[in-house]
């Protein structure tokens, strides 16, 4: 707490303000530091917070981890930015090595270390990468082809009734397992293709029925569609929340060899994700459900070709992204700072401009609230967490919940005015009022106010009332 907070503690509301005042108004000064905060921001990859990155500009793809050292207590990550995510995907082999039996036991482990570290789980099972289907797969007949992008390489055949029969089936066991774990940020309702990203070879019915099993595995879990598929298109149109994912932002690559003039080349950038923000029909499910955008290579390899950061960043932006998954690949040192203030503005990030209460307070009665939210971030906050006001005499506490929704604290600004119930616990005399966004199962608090005074205990001080 500081001094300037405990000074103010120390003084009744009226002799601040005076014998005629009614109301007190408290403005207090926004922070422009990272908070930390969760369900926002960068992730790590395949890793968890204080593991090596991945040399170079490479990474992997395939393989998630499988084994789970004990942890040393380090969370730093050199050249990368401060997150509160990882994110992990493993092929489906690797979880269903036997028919019928499953490999739970490495998601477990996964979900532990992410929770050890401070970080929840974004998670995708991929059919396959490259030629890894399971080996027993093959083995009970499922047919293969191959598609004229990849040559030399054995897909299935996605409209196989064995695919759907098979893969349908492992992800209703997944879901049956860890729909709702409150570990896991998110699933990739990845259904078809090599890492599952593009569909394959599925037909709109067989979409349409992979889409309907991940539906149906998790209804309390977000799913995050993969962009870009029918099967997307096909889900958009459900009456609930769900994310979408990119898996090639920053994508703005000009080809050596080419036909067009000035590098007119097709990119992402330009010739995928401002159309199938629209096609795919998702271009306002940012204001429900999260958005995650993957970097195409690495933000080394971006910085290598002298792509402009400042464009793909504020791009990033315009998608209202809430999560930046950059491979767990170095970041330049010349771009540190730049990559850091993105970091910090993707998301929420909600500043409490002003908040105005009575100086007295009746117990059992009701007090008139004001509050001026500036959400300062591209994107809401989406967990069901609640706005508390904490009322505090001594070791004595009480905690009021708001009636406000804060999911629906859209970027720019929430004005709202509300009765709060004064607790009728409370004592004649002086009482501090805090505030949080607390988890409303156990109130404590889970998200910071981007405002410099915060308790130990999370809550953020605002001032106090006479208690009558």
Known sequence: MSKKTVERESLSPRILWGPDAVIQRVRPVETFKYLGNPHKGTTTFQRFNGDPLFPGLMWNDKDGPTEFPEWNGNSKNPRYPDTTLS????IWAVIEPEKGKFRWDILDGALKAARLRGQTLQMRIQPYVGDSMPAWYWALGGKKQTPPWREGSVDPDHNDPLYLKHWGGFIKEFGKRYDGHPAIESVDAAYGGSCGECGGNSSDETAEKLMDVYLKAFKKTHLVLMIGTHGCTYAAKMDRPLGWRGDCYGDMRTL?????????NWKHMFDEYPMVL????????????PV???TCWTVGHWYKEGWDIDWIIEHGYKYHLSVFMPKSSY???????KI???????GYRLVLRQMTLPIEAARGKTAQFQLWID?????PLYRPYSLAYRFRQGKKSAIVHSKQDVRKWLPEYTWF?????VPKSLSAGLAHVDIAIVDPATDTPRVKLAIEEILDDGWHPMSAVEVT
């Not at 994110?87 to 493993?90: D, G, V």
């Not at 970041?331 to 700072?337: F, G, L």
Request: aromatic residues 12%.
């Open 87 to 90: 994110y992990c995907r493993w």
């Open 256 to 264: 050596s060899k080419t036909t067009v003039p000035d590098g007119l």
């Open 278 to 289: 629209f096609t795919n029909g998702v271009q306002d499910h940012w204001r429900t459900a």
């Open 292 to 294: 995650t955008l993957e």
């Open 331 to 337: 970041i330049p040192e010349a771009w540190t700072d």
């Open 340 to 346: 850091d203030a993105f970091n910090r503005r993707m």
């Open 375 to 379: 959400n300062v971030g591209v994107a």
């Open 417 to 421: 005015s509300e009765k709060v119930s």
